[in-house]
């Protein structure tokens, strides 16, 4: 299962402009954990995270339930463009 895939079908229909929005996997310290960082417009990067991060929390709790098959962990990242 591609992870990165995954959060990007998941974030890509929240976001005015579509074109920009990307993940990236980074590399993690830890050999159990995958790092994700989304990229968007600073508009729709506030509209992923939501008020008092509710939006952020729902994607991350998704995001986990997806990863129990890798047998990691995912943390996920928010970066304007």
Known sequence: MDLKETLLN????????????SVKQM???????????????????GRLIGKQGSMATSLRQMM???SK????????????L
């Open 10 to 21: 998941l974030v890509k229909p929240l976001c005015d402009d579509k074109d920009v929005v």
């Open 64 to 66: 986990q339930v997806a």
């Open 27 to 45: 590399e993690s310290l830890n050999e159990n954990e995958i790092l994700l960082y989304v990229y968007a417009s600073s508009n729709d990067i």
């Open 69 to 80: 098959i890798e047998k990691c962990r995912v943390t996920i990242k928010f970066e304007s």
